[in-house]
Structures are given as structure tokens and as C-alpha cells.
């Protein structure tokens, strides 16, 4: 599985491949120059920070490099102790379709294509790739985003989900109570949605962008 030094040394190294430092690397990508600092990795309980997925999608787009560019630090960083596997690939317009997904939101049947992803505990992770504008400016036609069913869904996060009727969508969770699920839309330009709970097929947890 990965580690907390694992990423770290990746972001490090990643910033080295370009010439930049750490802080320089935050700074290109937008972010806060001190987003990358050694003092913001560990808090002062001595628990571990992690870099979120939404910046380090932000420096893969600001130094062009690609998802397996830094997969491949994070492998060299593991010093061999961590490997990639492949996991199931599926258009994001196909998956609103019949025979992908059981009714819990589990990657099942034939049709799917695969993407290496490090290692990881989560043996139904999945993996879908945009099309078209509408989860813009978050994610672009071509962006490949890694899917959880497995993995606790909390205010705020990035979200698949599928309707009753069919449709998948990726928003952000606003809230979730017994009976309905509010989704914020990642675009500014599409509403955010209101769902009854007895409405909605499966939800599942967006963990990685590739940008």
C-alpha cells in the first residue's frame, strides 16, 4: 500500500525533475508556496498530513507530467516494496449503461479496459475516463479519476453517482441524511442536485485525478 513517505519523496522528486523546489513547485501549480513544506506534512500532534488529491492533480497539470510519470517515482520511492496493478478502465459514458456495475456500484462484466494504479488494499477500485465539458473546470475530457465503492463517503467529497434511472455523475458531497443526498456540481455552469435517497443506485468515492 502506499505511504505517507512514499507520496512525500514522489512530490519531492518530482519537483527536482523539474528544477524547482518544493515550495517553487506549489507556487507554479497555484497553490500556497507553503503547501509542500516539510513543517506541513506532520501536524503538531505528531499525526501525518497527506497531499490531497486536488494538488497534486494541480502540479501533475503545472509540470505536464503524466499520472504514470509520478507513479513511477512513488515506485522508485518504495525502493521496489511497492508495485502497480492494473485496474478496470471504463469510458465515462458507458457507465450509465446495463452489465458494468452491480447494484452495490462493484466493477462487474466483461468490456472494461485497465490503467496501472500503485498497490492498494482496495481490491474494487475502478477507474473511469471524462468525456465532453460538463465537470469542468475540475476535470477535463481525457482526465482518468480512480473510483472507491469500498472507501466512507464525508462531506465534501468528490463523488460518483448513479441514479435509478441510469445517469452517473461526478459531483461533490454536500450532505446525506436517511432519506435524501444533496451534490454540489463541479461545474458552475449545472445545478446542484437533490436526490431521495430511494432514487439513488450506488455512491462511491472519487479518490485520484490524473490531470
Known amino acids: 500500500m502506499l505511504t505517507h513517505r512514499q507520496i512525500w519523496t514522489a512530490v519531492d522528486a518530482l519537483a527536482a525533475r523539474y528544477s524547482l523546489t518544493p515550495s517553487g513547485l506549489a507556487k507554479r501549480a497555484g497553490l500556497d508556496p507553503t503547501t509542500f513544506n516539510k513543517s506541513k506534512r506532520q501536524g503538531m500532534d505528531g499525526r501525518k498530513r497527506w497531499p490531497n488529491t486536488e494538488s497534486l492533480s494541480k502540479i501533475l497539470d503545472a509540470t505536464g507530467a503524466s499520472l504514470d510519470e509520478f507513479l513511477a ?24 449503461t446495463g452489465g458494468y456495475f452491480d447494484d ?27 468525456s465532453g465539458d460538463s465537470m469542468m473546470p475540475l476535470y477535463r475530457n481525457g482526465d482518468v479519476i ?23 455523475m461526478a459531483k461533490t458531497l454536500y450532505r446525506r441524511t436517511i432519506e435524501a443526498i444533496e451534490l454540489h456540481s ?3 455552469d449545472h445545478d446542484n442536485l437533490v436526490f431521495p435517497m430511494s432514487d439513488v443506485t450506488w455512491i462511491a468515492r472519487i479518490l485520484w485525478a490524473s490531470q
Open 186 to 188: 463541479l461545474n458552475p
Open 104 to 130: 452495490g456500484g462493484f466493477p462487474v462484466g466483461g468490456g472494461w479496459d485497465d490503467v496501472k494504479f500503485p498497490e492498494s488494499r482496495d481490491d474494487n477500485l475502478y477507474a473511469l475516463e471524462i
Open 146 to 168: 480512480i473510483v472507491s465503492p469500498n472507501a466512507e463517503t464525508r462531506r465534501g467529497d468528490r463523488v460518483v453517482l448513479k441514479t435509478n434511472d441510469g445517469e452517473v
Open 73 to 96: 517515482l512513488i515506485l522508485e520511492a518504495g525502493q521496489g516494496n511497492l508495485s502497480a496493478r492494473s485496474v478496470p478502465l471504463l469510458g465515462f459514458a458507458e457507465a450509465g
